[in-house]
């Protein structure tokens, strides 16, 4: 579970988030949507320490995080970070290297790209087999998995993704909404940041909106939400 209180954030003295209080259960896939810039990636940020709040706070699964060493590493363990893109995420020239990255820096032991760690991650984002493939010849949807398989490889509790399905076909969407449900049917937390009323109803089970620096909306549905009043797409369409 992720949860944050009165959480307040800006850059450079310029207000983002305003008192943001936000709660994403365990076992749930929580949407997060929003204008352009309403601050759904400086929010998700918070979540595994990236950013730091200036004010309220965060915690997982009960713990409230802390920003020297040892609270950043705990967090990050528990929380796994999905970037909107795989450019700045995946580290390693093979498949099973970048996998492994992952987990080896948690363990600080190696991990072998070809063993059952990675074999695993790579069989649940169903990449199974591409271990020796170079990231560089993977297409963009193909190397967000990979980004997927590298956090799931470390075993968190955890998964946050901004804007996954940025780039992807139908057929890529909708694997992306299956495996997603699958990792909360898990037990596993994830939150998603998204701009596509069709993706947010089909993944979600619980919505929160930002608007104004806060949270303007929370429910369990979108149905009756004003999308025009939040600067969302028409979630007809
Ligand atoms: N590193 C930064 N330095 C200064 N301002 C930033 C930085 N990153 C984001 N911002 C600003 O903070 C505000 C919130 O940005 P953020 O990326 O969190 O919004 P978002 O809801 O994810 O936007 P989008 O839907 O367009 O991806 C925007 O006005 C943005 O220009």
Same mark, same amino acid.
């Given at each position: ?11 450079? @003295? ?67 970070? %999905? ?15 970048? %996998? ?68 992807? @076909? ?34 979600? @089970? ?32």
């Amino acid at each position: 579970m992720i949860e944050t209180v009165d959480l307040r954030f800006g850059y450079d @003295d310029r207000p983002v988030l305003r008192g943001v209080d936000f709660t994403a259960e365990s076992g749930e896939v929580t949407v997060l949507l929003g204008r352009n810039g309403a601050g759904k990636s400086s929010l998700l940020k918070q979540f595994n320490g990236l950013l730091e709040p200036d004010g309220g706070y965060v915690k997982v699964d009960g713990e409230r995080v802390t920003y020297d060493d040892d609270g950043l590493e705990r967090v990050r363990k528990r929380v796994g970070f %999905v970037f909107q893109r795989p450019a700045d995420q995946l580290v390693a020239p093979t498949v099973g290297q970048d %996998v492994a990255f992952g987990p080896a820096n948690d363990r600080d032991a190696a991990v072998d790209p070809d063993g059952p760690t990675v074999g695993r991650a790579l069989e649940r984002v169903g990449l199974s087999g591409y271990g020796e493939r170079l990231c560089s010849r993977l297409s963009n949807g193909e190397r967000k998995r990979v980004a997927l398989a590298g956090v799931l490889a470390t075993d968190p509790d955890c998964v946050v993704l901004d804007e996954p399905t940025a780039g992807l @076909d139908g057929d890529g969407t909708r694997a992306l909404i299956d495996r997603l449900r699958g990792l909360a049917s898990e037990g596993l937390t994830v939150v998603v940041s998204t701009h596509y009323p069709g993706f947010a109803s089909a993944v979600g @089970d619980a919505y929160a909106i930002l608007d104004d620096g806060r949270i303007g909306y929370r429910g369990r549905t979108l149905d009756g939400v004003d999308s025009e009043a939040f600067g969302l797409r028409r979630f007809d369409r």
